[in-house]
């Protein structure tokens, strides 16, 4: 029998992103996250797929890193130009330019052709599948065929509310209006399960093929890092363990903040608009380092997302 495969996919949503001051000089998803995050992958001799939003390529302070984590064999792969959460509802063109200058700032400024693609908010449609092709990408694993996508979104409504009624000062990882102008909803419950190739034959070449990796479920539930704020821990270890023990791939989603917390912003005057910035940093370490651990234990090789499906 083959290994287990497990990716990481970090989406790098800067901080510069969250604070909509984008591109942020020396922005801390760059300067402080990827090396700590980098930190607990080497311990296990792992890599990592990290995704960029263009805007923040555009600042030269946030290139080094990213060139460091080339040479040291990950990978980067394109997030979209602006992040915009109803990515898959953009007009074709907007859709196109959002990943197409991306993609030609990642080669511009990293000299690297990048081969992966993810939506924000795993929201995408099957344009954006057709313009992955003709760009010559290999993958997209922007589906996320899971219902707990939309209980999460309900749970982060009811503690804004919670949060609104309690007059508890609490800056938001989301923006409510966002969440819900969401159209994707039939994909979280009838999504395809497993990685599969789309070789439509409207591609100009017969034999040009995708790879949609989507985000692995076990009974309709899966796994991001995310959950780990959102549910109870003893919910969120008994989906991950679910999922993690009975697939065959796996994909561990993570973000910036949850390799952050309040105490690496002290010169910044605007208070992140990122919730989860406010628990301690160490906690939430841990937890990665935990799961990557766990990951391993069940038999998963750890690599990147192109060595697999490039
Ligand atoms: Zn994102």
Do not use: C
């Not at 790098?12 to 402080?32: C, E, L, Q, W």
């Not at 060139?67 to 979209?80: F, Y």
């Not at 966002?178 to 017969?206: E, H, I, T």
């Amino acid at each position: 029998m083959n290994k287990k495969i497990a990716f990481i996919s970090l989406n790098v949503d800067s901080i510069g992103y969250a604070t909509n001051s984008y591109p942020m000089k020396n922005d801390p998803a760059f300067k402080i996250a990827i090396p700590r995050i980098e930190k607990i992958l080497d311990k296990y001799n792992a890599k990592m797929s990290a995704f960029v939003i263009g805007k923040d390529l555009e600042d030269d302070s946030n290139i080094d890193v990213l060139k460091k984590l080339i040479e040291r064999g990950h990978e980067i792969g394109n997030h979209s130009y602006s992040h915009y959460q109803n990515f898959a509802f953009l007009k074709d063109d907007v859709q196109s330019r959002e990943i197409e200058d991306t993609h030609n700032l990642i080669k511009k400024k990293l000299n690297y052709d990048s081969k992966g693609f993810i939506a924000p908010g795993w929201n995408s449609n099957s344009f954006t599948i057709k313009k992955l092709v003709d760009l010559n990408y290999s993958y997209d694993h922007s589906l996320a065929p899971s219902p707990l996508m939309f209980l999460a979104m309900l749970k982060m409504l009811l503690n804004y509310v919670f949060n609104y009624f309690s007059k508890k000062k609490v800056a938001h990882t989301y923006n409510i209006k966002d969440l819900f102008s969401r159209k994707d909803y039939a994909r979280m419950f009838f999504g395809k399960q497993k990685p599969y190739p789309v070789k439509n034959s409207y591609f100009k070449s017969k034999d040009k093929k995708i790879w949609v990796i989507p985000l692995p479920t076990k009974y309709k539930l899966s796994y991001w890092m995310t959950l780990e704020y959102v549910f109870p821990k003893f919910l969120v270890n008994f989906i991950f363990k679910l999922v993690a023990t009975r697939s065959e791939q796996f994909y561990l989603l993570i973000h910036p903040a949850d390799f952050l917390d309040n105490n690496d912003f002290n010169n910044l005057e605007k208070t992140p608009n990122l919730e989860r910035i406010n628990i301690d940093v160490e906690y939430k370490l841990n937890i990665f380092e935990n799961r990557l651990k766990q990951l391993i234990s069940y038999g998963y090789e750890v690599k990147t997302f192109i060595s697999q499906y490039g």
